[in-house]
C-alpha cells in the first residue's frame, strides 16, 4: 500500500520530491501560499473578485466564474456536471473554489499548476464562457472604462490589461477565499466543546482506515509542504472490481491519462480537499454520487478494499462535516459599467 | 396629444383615477410604497436576497432572480433577451430591478401588478427558471433546513413556507434595491455641481420636446401619486411608420395586447423608468437598439415625431446619465446548505 501511494505521487514539474505522509492533522492556515510574481494587494483583490463576478467574460454575457463556482455556498455549484454558455454541459463536477489557494495542482486532472493558469480555462472553453480566444477578452474588458483604469491602476505599464493580467488578479481574489474557524480547526486550537464524540470517532477512523494516506495535510489534499504545481494524485479506483465502477461510472473518464496519454495515467485524478466537502455533493469528479455517506462508503471500498458498517459511515460523515469552516463576509462587487451601451453584441 | 396621452392610461384595476402629468420634477423618495400585507423586516429582506441569489430556484440549478437582473450591475443582464435554463431565450429584454419598486404594475406588459405577483413569474416560466409548478417550488425548499427555519420565523404560523411568502420575501428584498443620490437628485437637494449645463439643457429639452409626458414622476415612469396594480401604458410607435418601426422591429411584439386581446392594447407598454437607463442597454422591449443615444432618437421620433439634432441628442443623454444613483452596498448572502446531499437531481 505504501509503495503504491508512493508511486501515484506524479511530479508535474521537474523537481524531485519526497512527501511526508505521516504528519499529525493540521489546522488550515489563514493564508495560502501567495507566489511571489502576483502578490496580494487590495486594488488587485478588488479587480479580480469583480471578474470573478463579471458574465461579461462569458461570450453572451451569461456565465461568470462564480456561476460554477458559487462563493454565496459551497464554492460550487452543487450539480453534477457544469453548464456553461448555451446550456453545454461540460464533462466533469466543478471543484470547490474555496481553499483552492492551498492546493499545489488545479482542476480535477492536475493539469494547471496554479490558480493563474487555471483561471485562464474556463473563459476560453467553448462548453464553459466561450470566449473564442484571449484578445477577444481583452477586446471587450478594453471597452469597459473601469477596467482599464483599474489594471492600470493595480499593473502599471505601458500593457497593463493582458490575459495574464486578468489571470493574477482572478487568482488573487481567490487566495482571499479560505473558510477558518471548522470545528474542526478550532478543536485543535484546544477549544472545548468543537467536536463531537462522534465526530472524534470518524477522526481516529480516517486515519486507523487509510484515508488520511491521500487526504491529508492542512487542506486534506495532500502535503503542505508540497511545491505549488506538483499535483498530489491517486488512481481511483485503487480496487477496481466492486459494483461501484459500473453503478458510479468509475472508469468511464480517464482522468488524466486524458492530459499526459500516458498508461500510469489512466483513472489517476488530483486528490480534492475534505474541506468543506459536507456543502459540496454531488461527488466525485463526475458528480455521479449524491451524499456523503454513500462517497464515503464507496471510497473505502475502492481506495482501500474497506467494507464499512453504518456506524463507522456515520462517524466518518460527522468527522467531515466538523470540516465545514466560516465562509468570509463579503462585499458585493460593483461591476464597472459601459455606460449608454454594452459590450455583448445586440441581436437584432 | 394630450387626449391620445390620457387614453394611453389604461388601468389594470377597476379604480378609475385621473394623473396630474405636468408635475414638476421630483427627486427618488428613500423608500418605495411599503404594502401593508408585506412589511418590512431585516429577517423577511434577508431570507428575500437568499432566494433571489438563490440558483436552487431554477429546474437545474444554473438560473437565480439575479442572473438577469444582476444588481453588482445595471439591475438587469444587459442583453437583448434574457437567456434562462438550457440555454432557452426568451421573448424580450430584462427590466431592471433597481426602483422597479416604485413602479405601479411589473413586466414590459404590466401584467403583474406587483413585486409579489411578479417574483412568481419567471421561477415557473419554462424558458427562465423552468421549476414545473409552485409546489415543486415549495418541496425543494422544504429540504433546505435554513429556509424551513427562516420561513417559519419570518412568517410563523402553521404553514410559513408558501409560495406566496417565497413572493414576499422576494418582493421586501427588491423594496431594499433603490438607487438615491444621482446627481439629479442632489442637484434637485440645491447641491451645486452635480448637473453639467449640458445635463441642464437635455432636463430643459425632455420637459419641452414632451418626453416628460410620459416619463413623469419620481421614478420617471408615471406618476407616483398612481394606486400599485394602476400601470402607466403608452403605445410605442406613437407614430407609426418611420424607417425605425422595421429596423428595430417595433410593432412586431404587440405588448399589452398579448395580455388582454383587446385591440386598443396593441403595441402598448408599461412606461419604463429613466433612472439608472444609461445602464441598462440594450433597450425596448425587445433589446434591440444598442444604444442609448439612438434610443433618444427613436423615441423622439415615434413618440412625438421629432427629429432630433445631434447637440439634443447629446444634451439629453447628459441629462438621462445625472439619473444614474448610487448602488447600495450590500453583503453577500450565505446560501443556506443541505449538507451531505443536494436538491438538484443527480445526473447519472
Known amino acids: 500500500m505504501n509503495a503504491m501511494k508512493r508511486a501515484a505521487i506524479i511530479a508535474i514539474g521537474a523537481m524531485a ?5 505521516a504528519s499529525a492533522m493540521e489546522a488550515l492556515p489563514a493564508l495560502p501560499p501567495i507566489p511571489s510574481d502576483n502578490p496580494m494587494s487590495a486594488a488587485k483583490v478588488e479587480l479580480g473578485k469583480q471578474l470573478f463576478f463579471d458574465p461579461r467574460l462569458s461570450i453572451d454575457g451569461t456565465v461568470s466564474c462564480n456561476s460554477c463556482h458559487n462563493v454565496m455556498a459551497s464554492g460550487t455549484d452543487n450539480r453534477s456536471v457544469s453548464i456553461g454558455v448555451s446550456g453545454l454541459k461540460g464533462g466533469r463536477s466543478a471543484p470547490t473554489v474555496w481553499n ?4 499545489t495542482a488545479q482542476f480535477w486532472d492536475g493539469r494547471a499548476a496554479t490558480l493563474e493558469d487555471q483561471a485562464k480555462g474556463p473563459i476560453l472553453n467553448p462548453i464553459e464562457m466561450g470566449m473564442p480566444n484571449a484578445q477577444a477578452v481583452l477586446d471587450r474588458l478594453n471597452r469597459i472604462p473601469g477596467y482599464r483604469d483599474q489594471f492600470l491602476a493595480v499593473f502599471g505599464g505601458n500593457t497593463p490589461l493582458t490575459y495574464d493580467n486578468v489571470a493574477k488578479a482572478i487568482a ?28 472524534k470517532l470518524g477522526m481516529q477512523l480516517v486515519q486507523d482506515v487509510g484515508c488520511t ?11 503542505a509542504s508540497m511545491p505549488m504545481g506538483m499535483s498530489f494524485f491517486q488512481k481511483f479506483p485503487v480496487f477496481p472490481g466492486s459494483t461501484y465502477d459500473s453503478q458510479y461510472r468509475l472508469t468511464q473518464d480517464l482522468g488524466r491519462y486524458e492530459v499526459t496519454k500516458q ?6 485524478w488530483r486528490v480534492p480537499t475534505w474541506r468543506n466537502v459536507a456543502l459540496t455533493a454531488p461527488y466525485f469528479h463526475n458528480g455521479s454520487v449524491a451524499t456523503l455517506d454513500e462517497a464515503v462508503r464507496v471510497m473505502a471500498k475502492t481506495q482501500v478494499n474497506i467494507d464499512l458498517n453504518g456506524g463507522q459511515v ?8 466538523s470540516l465545514t469552516g466560516e465562509l468570509p463576509l463579503q462585499m458585493f462587487p460593483q461591476l464597472p459599467a459601459t455606460p449608454n451601451g454594452v459590450v455583448i453584441p445586440v441581436e437584432r
Chains 1, 2 share one sequence.
Open 17 to 21: 520530491w519526497l512527501p511526508a505522509l
Open 100 to 103: 483552492a489557494a492551498f492546493l
Open 172 to 199: 488573487a481574489y481567490e487566495r482571499t477565499l479560505v473558510t477558518p474557524n471548522s470545528p474542526f480547526d478550532r478543536y485543535l486550537r484546544g477549544e472545548e466543546g468543537g467536536l463531537s464524540e462522534k465526530a
Open 213 to 223: 494516506g491521500c487526504h491529508n495535510g492542512p487542506n486534506f489534499a495532500g502535503p
Open 263 to 268: 498508461d500510469e495515467d489512466k483513472n489517476m
Open 314 to 321: 456515520d462517524a466518518i460523515v460527522a468527522f467531515l462535516n
